[in-house]
């Protein structure tokens, strides 16, 4: 293996780390929600509004990752960010009151919002250094880190070994992997100098992928939420309600391990439609069926076909704008939709029951799929559009230079003439 080869090779290990650290971080947090609530006597609207906090950071860390990207790069931002976000776990954990969770979750948001585009934005930057998909891969080991955070966390709380032991256990795991997982100096300078290009405005296919990446979101949020409740209303034991979500992370974390081959046989528009499609067949069985294994036979096949969405629609946003600016919209906006869902969901169940509301996401998979596929005939029309363009010119440049030849030939024609009259009048 060559210098450049073992480069790559390495670049993408680091880069499937980092993705991993953030999804274990997070995740191992959201293992002490429930104990959190408990300990400061939090009502449900009040520990929901605190949660919240989390979210309003990640915003605005994602606002700041485009500045961050064009000083120190999308490799050294994402991992200084991945660093500062493993230490910055125990905050949450020391909060006494319920305003202070909120204010601690604010600032920890901040730097998972930051991390999430600019390791994203490095991702790309690898994807296209390699010539191949593989952003699919690395949300795999997202996905992968999420499992392991929460069920580590889970264990590590109810076997007794207290919550300072796991934060200094959460805090030297992501360590060693962040001090194995340092980024290229050559690409770090080869991002900043692309990064920029900050300055030009936003393309309006940016907003279009925003908007596909808000119902992407908005269905895992509704999946995430609801599913295992599904399962209960329709006659599963109250214990048995993670079996709907576990058939959903497990696809929706296997599929993207294979993400990056049916993409590269595929093309990105086809596995996006399909897998809307495939979305919104899986909740429809699961609403027909209307029993707890048809949930979770539904559930594993949503999430099936939402595993490689967000993947596709944060390479299009990271390639449409090396500045991050690109990047940092789709992931927000998407972000935003995450957050939106669950909430519109249960305020639907209020009105029409719950597996009425759940219709949301068969009515989200269609729009998704017919919003994959509008946006690539747009493209296509736009790219024919440039070719056209771009033919027309050569022509015309061509016709002129013809012209112009054309017309030299003819006036160098003439002075030979007007020469050879004039020597024939002198002789």
């Given at each position: 293996m060559n210098q450049a080869a073992g480069e790559r090779f390495e670049s993408r290990r680091a880069i499937a780390q980092w993705f991993f650290v953030n999804g274990f971080v997070t995740a191992s947090w959201v293992a002490h929600v429930p104990g959190r609530a408990v300990d400061l006597e939090a009502s449900p609207g009040a520990l929901g509004l605190a949660l919240l906090g989390m979210a309003v950071g990640s915003v605005i860390g994602m606002s700041l990752a485009p500045t961050s990207i064009r000083l120190f790069s999308a490799g050294r931002s994402g991992w200084g960010a991945g660093f500062i976000y493993a230490l910055l776990f125990p905050l949450p954990l020391l909060a006494w009151s319920v305003p202070t969770l909120g204010i601690s979750l604010v600032i920890f948001g901040v730097v998972h919002g930051l991390m999430d585009v600019t390791m994203n934005a490095a991702a790309a930057a690898t994807e296209k250094s390699l010539g191949r998909p593989v952003m699919a891969g690395f949300h795999g080991w997202f996905s992968i880190g999420m499992v392991a955070g929460v069920s580590i966390g889970i264990a590590a709380l109810n076997n007794g070994l207290g919550v300072a032991g796991h934060a200094a256990g959460v805090i030297g795991f992501a360590a060693l992997l962040l001090l194995t997982s340092l980024p290229l100096r050559h690409e770090a300078r080869s991002d900043a100098s692309v990064a920029k290009s900050g300055g030009a405005a936003i393309?309006?296919?940016?907003?279009?992928?925003?908007?596909?990446?808000?119902?992407?979101?908005?269905?895992?949020?509704?999946?995430?939420?609801?599913?295992?409740?599904?399962?209960?209303?329709?006659?599963?034991?109250?214990?048995?309600?993670?079996?709907?979500?576990?058939?959903?992370?497990?696809?929706?974390?296997?599929?993207?391990?294979?993400?990056?081959?049916?993409?590269?046989?595929l093309g990105d528009t086809?596995?996006?439609?399909?897998?809307?499609?495939?979305?919104?067949?899986?909740?429809?069985?699961?609403?027909?069926?209307?029993?707890?294994?048809?949930?979770?036979?539904?559930?594993?096949?949503?999430?099936?076909?939402?595993?490689?969405?967000?993947?596709?629609?944060?390479?299009?946003?990271?390639?449409?704008?090396?500045?991050?600016?690109?990047?940092?919209?789709?992931?927000?906006?998407?972000?935003?939709?995450?957050?939106?869902?669950?909430?519109?969901?249960g305020f639907m169940a209020e009105e029409v029951g719950l597996p009425r509301a759940m219709i949301l996401v068969v009515v989200g998979g269609l729009i998704l799929a017919a919003g994959s596929a509008a946006f690539a005939s747009r493209r296509n029309r736009m790219a024919r559009a440039a070719v056209t363009s771009a033919n027309s010119a050569k022509t015309s440049f061509v016709a002129g230079a013809a012209g112009e030849l054309q017309r030299n030939f003819q006036s160098e024609e003439g002075d030979i003439k007007d020469e050879r009259k004039e020597h024939t009048n002198a002789i």
């Amino acid at each position: 293996m060559n210098q450049a080869a073992g480069e790559r090779f390495e670049s993408r290990r680091a880069i499937a780390q980092w993705f991993f650290v953030n999804g274990f971080v997070t995740a191992s947090w959201v293992a002490h929600v429930p104990g959190r609530a408990v300990d400061l006597e939090a009502s449900p609207g009040a520990l929901g509004l605190a949660l919240l906090g989390m979210a309003v950071g990640s915003v605005i860390g994602m606002s700041l990752a485009p500045t961050s990207i064009r000083l120190f790069s999308a490799g050294r931002s994402g991992w200084g960010a991945g660093f500062i976000y493993a230490l910055l776990f125990p905050l949450p954990l020391l909060a006494w009151s319920v305003p202070t969770l909120g204010i601690s979750l604010v600032i920890f948001g901040v730097v998972h919002g930051l991390m999430d585009v600019t390791m994203n934005a490095a991702a790309a930057a690898t994807e296209k250094s390699l010539g191949r998909p593989v952003m699919a891969g690395f949300h795999g080991w997202f996905s992968i880190g999420m499992v392991a955070g929460v069920s580590i966390g889970i264990a590590a709380l109810n076997n007794g070994l207290g919550v300072a032991g796991h934060a200094a256990g959460v805090i030297g795991f992501a360590a060693l992997l962040l001090l194995t997982s340092l980024p290229l100096r050559h690409e770090a300078r080869s991002d900043a100098s692309v990064a920029k290009s900050g300055g030009a405005a936003i393309e309006a296919d940016m907003f279009i992928l925003a908007g596909l990446s808000f119902v992407c979101l908005f269905l895992e949020g509704a999946m995430a939420d609801w599913a295992g409740l599904l399962s209960v209303g329709f006659g599963a034991k109250p214990e048995m309600a993670p079996v709907a979500y576990g058939a959903f992370t497990a696809t929706w974390a296997g599929g993207r391990f294979i993400g990056d081959r049916l993409t590269a046989q595929l093309g990105d528009t086809t596995v996006m439609t399909l897998g809307a499609l495939i979305a919104s067949a899986g909740m429809t069985v699961a609403l027909i069926g209307a029993t707890p294994a048809w949930v979770a036979i539904g559930s594993a096949v949503v999430g099936f076909g939402l595993a490689n969405t967000a993947p596709i629609l944060f390479r299009a946003g990271a390639s449409g704008d090396h500045s991050g600016r690109g990047l940092a919209l789709v992931t927000g906006v998407g972000y935003f939709g995450f957050l939106v869902g669950p909430p519109l969901v249960g305020f639907m169940a209020e009105e029409v029951g719950l597996p009425r509301a759940m219709i949301l996401v068969v009515v989200g998979g269609l729009i998704l799929a017919a919003g994959s596929a509008a946006f690539a005939s747009r493209r296509n029309r736009m790219a024919r559009a440039a070719v056209t363009s771009a033919n027309s010119a050569k022509t015309s440049f061509v016709a002129g230079a013809a012209g112009e030849l054309q017309r030299n030939f003819q006036s160098e024609e003439g002075d030979i003439k007007d020469e050879r009259k004039e020597h024939t009048n002198a002789i």
